[in-house]
C-alpha cells in the first residue's frame, strides 16, 4: 500500500483561481511534510515544509496539516499558467540516519488554463 | 547554474549492459541520495548517504550499486541492464540527513534500455 497517497491525480483550474490538493498518509510515523513541484523535464523543487498542525503561508501557497488525522493540503490562489506543474506530497519520521528519506505521493498534475 | 549536475541528461543502452550515471553537487551538503521515477510508480527512493557512509538501501536488487569516491560524489552502477530499468534517476541532497530538511534535486538521467 502506498504509504503517501494523494487526491486529484490532475486538476485543471483558470488562471487567477484557486488549485487545492490533497494528501493522506497512512504511516503514523511520518510527521514531517513537505510540498514539491515538478515542472516537465526538471527535478522537482520543494515548495514548503509544514511540521506543526494549523496553516502555514509563504505567499500564494498554504499547507494545512492535521496530524492527527495526518491529512496534508496546499492551496494555491491566484493560479498562474506557470504553476501548471506535478505537485507531490512528501513526508518522513523526522528521525534521520537511516530514516532520513522522503516517501512521495504519486503527484497531483496541475494545469491552469490562461 | 545548476548546483546539483548529473550526468548524461540522455543514456541509451541495450539489455544486459552496465552503465554508470555521474552525480555531483555543489552545495556543501553532507547527505545524497538517489531517487528513481517511473511512468509506473512515483519517486521512488532507492539509497541515501551521509557523510559517505550508506544509510539506507530500499532497492530489491544488488544490480544497482551506489559509489561515492568524494563526499559531493554519488554515483550509481547499474549492471545487467533490463527494460524494466527504463526510468529518470535523480540525484538529490540535503545538508545533515535528518529527515527534517528539503531535498535539493537534480535534472535527472533518463535512461532507456532497448
Known amino acids: 500500500q502506498q504509504k503517501v497517497q494523494q487526491s486529484p491525480e490532475s486538476l485543471s483550474v483558470p488562471e487567477g483561481g484557486m488549485a487545492s490538493f490533497n494528501c493522506t498518509s497512512s504511516?503514523?510515523?511520518?510527521?514531517y511534510f513537505w510540498w514539491y513541484r515538478q515542472h516537465s523535464g526538471e527535478g522537482p523543487k520543494a515548495l514548503m515544509?509544514?511540521?506543526?498542525?494549523g496553516d502555514k503561508k509563504e505567499g500564494r501557497f498554504t499547507a494545512h496539516l492535521n496530524k492527527a488525522s495526518l491529512h496534508v493540503s496546499l492551496h494555491i490562489r491566484d493560479s498562474q499558467p506557470s504553476d501548471s506543474a506535478l505537485y507531490f506530497c512528501?513526508?518522513?519520521?523526522?528521525?534521520?540516519?537511516?530514516?532520513?528519506?522522503?516517501?512521495f505521493g504519486k503527484g497531483t498534475k496541475l494545469s491552469v488554463k490562461s | 547554474d545548476p548546483k546539483i549536475i548529473q550526468k548524461p541528461k540522455y543514456l541509451v543502452a541495450v539489455t544486459g549492459s552496465e552503465k554508470i550515471l555521474i552525480c555531483e553537487q555543489y552545495?556543501?551538503?553532507?547527505?545524497m541520495y538517489w531517487y528513481r521515477q517511473s511512468a509506473k510508480k512515483p519517486l521512488e527512493f532507492m539509497f541515501s548517504?551521509?557523510?559517505?557512509?550508506?544509510?539506507d538501501n530500499q532497492t530489491a536488487s544488488s544490480r544497482f550499486q551506489p559509489q561515492s569516491s568524494k563526499k559531493n560524489h554519488l554515483d550509481l552502477q547499474i549492471t545487467a541492464l533490463k527494460p524494466d530499468d527504463s526510468a529518470t534517476y535523480f540525484c538529490a541532497s540535503s545538508p545533515r540527513g535528518t529527515g527534517r530538511e528539503r531535498l535539493f534535486f537534480g535534472h535527472g538521467t533518463k535512461l532507456s534500455v532497448l
Open positions: 548517504y551521509s557523510y559517505q557512509k550508506l544509510m
Open positions: 552545495l556543501g551538503h553532507n547527505a
Open positions: 504511516d503514523r510515523n511520518f510527521q
Open positions: 512528501a513526508a518522513s519520521d523526522g528521525s534521520g540516519g537511516s530514516n532520513a528519506k522522503l516517501t
Open positions: 515544509s509544514i511540521f506543526s498542525d
